[in-house]
Nanobody, 114 residues
């Protein structure tokens, strides 16, 4: 399984960004995809996940601001981030959980200026 993330960048506080992560390889129809993030000096943390059936989980810190979605036809997961805050600044990593194994994409930097 290979994951290719894109969409990061620099944005002012209050702005929006949309991340994308395209999966290829042996994805299978049942899986969980999601996003984690890691800020400098901090541990990697869950942002949001979505199952192939559409069930979602969000970190409390992003509820109401971020929306995770997926397109199962093209095996792509998206993260729409609204009302961004400086504390959202981090490297965002795409994750796919397939048949009990975790696969990570390369990180994409999101920087929110105050």
């Amino acid at each position: 399984v290979q994951l290719q993330a894109s969409g990061g960048g620099l944005v002012q506080a209050g702005g929006s960004l949309k991340l994308s992560c395209a999966a290829s390889g042996s994805i299978f129809s049942r899986n969980v995809m999601g996003w984690y993030r890691q800020a400098p000096g901090k541990q990697r943390e869950l942002v949001a996940t979505v199952t192939s059936g559409g069930s979602t989980i969000y970190a409390d810190s992003v509820k109401g601001r971020f929306t995770i979605s997926r397109d199962n036809v093209v095996n792509t997961v998206y993260l729409l981030m609204n009302s961004l805050k400086p504390e959202d600044t981090a490297v965002y990593y795409c994750l796919a959980l397939v048949l009990g194994s975790n696969y990570w994409g390369q990180g994409t930097q999101v920087t929110v200026s105050s």
